[in-house]
């Protein structure tokens, strides 16, 4: 799973029919912290996230297609699967 930052809406004149009800969003990964790290990378929306949201990507073929469509076997890689209200982190060990 991935914690990532939707930057952008993709916009598709034509779309598969399977995808037909999917938005697919632009999202950057992040460190629990919030600081960016690699690529940017798209994902169909399964849960009404919107740019500026912190999210949850799951990035495996089969648990993508079923979340994104409902049906199993769509060629999709990655979804976003849940927004991210907050992340508590614990303190580090021997931090004052």
Request: aromatic share 2%; net charge negative; with cysteine.
């Amino acid at each position: 799973m991935i914690i990532a930052r939707v930057i952008g809406t993709v916009v598709s004149t034509q779309k598969n029919e399977r995808y037909a009800n999917a938005r697919i969003m632009l999202c950057q990964p992040i460190t629990p912290e919030g600081e960016e790290v690699g690529t940017t990378l798209l994902a169909l929306d399964s849960v009404d996230a919107g740019v500026g949201d912190t999210v949850l990507i799951v990035q495996e073929g089969w648990s993508a297609s079923v979340v994104a469509t409902g049906r199993p076997g769509a060629a999709i890689d990655s979804a976003i699967v849940g927004v991210i209200d907050r992340i508590d982190l614990l303190p580090e060990e021997g931090a004052s």
